[in-house]
């Protein structure tokens, strides 16, 4: 399997922008560096019309929707004090046209992979730096019709909700339904560190180089899947523990990941998270706030702590570590201010150890440029870091994850079993 690049330019705002640093917060900086890949597949229409998925159309929305969120038509910059800022350069998002051999049929069980990644979302580097573009964009027309839209958007630029915006902006303009748009909220002042800082929470453990640098698994080692779970069997979940659908999937995932893995009772396991604060500051910030509005989070329990208790108990203890508001928000920006480089969280996790996402109540469907809603939307790759979303309206949820392939194989078994989902 390839492509076939047909063009690759540089798309720039429809009109004149700010050309100025642009601030990054202590949340932007503190994420991983690097893209976060994305797909969206969509389905050909029944008329074959020649228009479908117009270059021409994409390429001008585009451009009026960089103009609203201009700093993606810069660059990763640098300060005189040394800290990275965007460069509000109007350079342009990387927009390539592809062609591929694949046919629609070949993705209908998409499973997040490096493959699918290095197909489908224009190249970049692990560790992008000074002078790197913000914003890849692919539009891959598939052999028999169907189109794979592929993005990588810097994650310090902004996070899953600030990118969902984007693309619901993008495709609203190209079906030519700008009033629908809802501007972003460019303001990153509100996230300012205190002076003098106050630190009232140990931020230690999510924060540090320390926190999963160990790993038993590269990423060429771990093998991707997407899980489904249907609206009775989330029904069923939420049912056992009596917590959000999110801590109860999210309990029931860290119990069949720990055994999955075999691990010993008296291992200790750490589950990471991150809870996004817009409405939880105070004042919150607007939904529309373009940019990093997550903190990390963790929590901690034996493995045979959370085997041995009804599924409920990690589902608390979850709900423990989720429900920070303004204080812990405001106490992790000061600790970020006073912490050296070595405070920025590693990549990898041990095996006792898991990140899950949640992009759950985003609007990551809400992507139709005229030819319809996305029949996919999922991570191109995954490697440590798991995702939860919303499948479109269905009421159904999907669940990323990659492991080592045998380990991958008794998860799948252990989450649809029966006896241990209760459903």
């Known amino acids: 399997m390839g492509i ?19 601030w990054l917060s202590n949340l932007d900086l503190n994420v991983r560096s690097g893209y976060s890949p994305t797909i969206y597949l969509f389905r050909p229409r029944g008329d074959d019309s020649p228009a479908f998925f117009s270059a021409d159309v994409l390429r001008r929305a585009l451009a009026m929707a960089l103009a609203m969120f201009y700093p993606l038509a ?38 997040p992979s490096k493959v699918m990644s290095d197909m489908f979302v224009p190249p970049y580097e692990k560790e992008a730096g000074v002078g790197a573009p913000l914003l890849l964009l692919q539009v891959t027309f598939l052999r028999g019709g169907g189109v794979v839209l592929g993005t990588g958007m810097h994650h310090y630029a902004l996070d899953g909700r600030s990118s ?6 993008w495709s609203s303009l190209a079906r030519g339904a700008a009033g629908d748009v809802v501007p972003p909220f460019l303001d990153r002042s509100p996230l300012h560190a205190r002076s003098p ?19 038993s ?30 801590r109860s999937l999210v309990a029931h995932i860290w119990r069949c990941t720990l055994m999955a893995r075999a691990l010993p009772p008296d291992a200790k396991s750490r589950l990471y998270t991150v809870v996004d604060m817009r409405a939880r500051l105070s004042p919150p910030l607007p939904s529309a706030y373009f940019g ?3 903190v990390r989070t963790s929590v901690s329990a034996k493995v045979g702590d959370l085997l041995a208790n009804p599924l409920n108990f990690g589902a608390q203890r979850l709900r423990n570590a989720t429900n920070q508001g303004d204080d812990y928000a405001r106490s992790l920006l000061d600790y970020l201010e006073t912490a050296d480089e070595q405070s920025k969280p590693g990549r990898e996790l041990p095996d006792t ?3 899950v996402i949640s992009w759950m109540g985003m609007a990551s469907h809400d992507a139709d440029f005229g030819w319809g809603e996305p029949a ?38 252990l989450f649809f079993d029966e006896n241990e989902m209760a459903w």
């Open 4 to 22: 076939n690049v047909i063009r690759s330019e540089l798309v720039k705002p429809s009109e004149a922008t700010p050309h100025s640093p642009f």
């Open 74 to 111: 810069g660059r990763l910059g640098m300060a005189p004090d040394g800290r990275v800022v965007i460069d509000c350069n109007g350079e342009g998002a990387v927009f390539i046209v592809a062609q591929s051999a694949v046919v629609l049929d070949d993705l209908e069980d998409f499973a």
């Open 164 to 169: 969902f915006h984007f693309i619901q902006t």
């Open 197 to 215: 800082p106050v630190i009232l929470f140990d931020h230690s453990h999510e924060y540090s180089q320390n926190a999963g640098s160990a790993t």
């Open 217 to 246: 698994a590269r990423p060429s080692e771990l093998t991707g899947a997407i899980l489904r779970v249907n609206n009775a069997q989330a029904a069923a979940l939420r049912a056992r523990t009596g917590e959000s659908l999110f």
């Open 292 to 294: 990093n509005a997550g």
């Open 353 to 355: 150890d898991l990140r």
């Open 376 to 413: 996919v939307v999922a991570p191109a790759a995954v490697s440590y870091t798991w995702f939860i979303y919303n499948v479109g309206n269905s009421g159904d949820v999907a669940v990323a994850v990659a492991m080592k392939p045998d380990h991958l194989e008794r998860f799948k078994e």
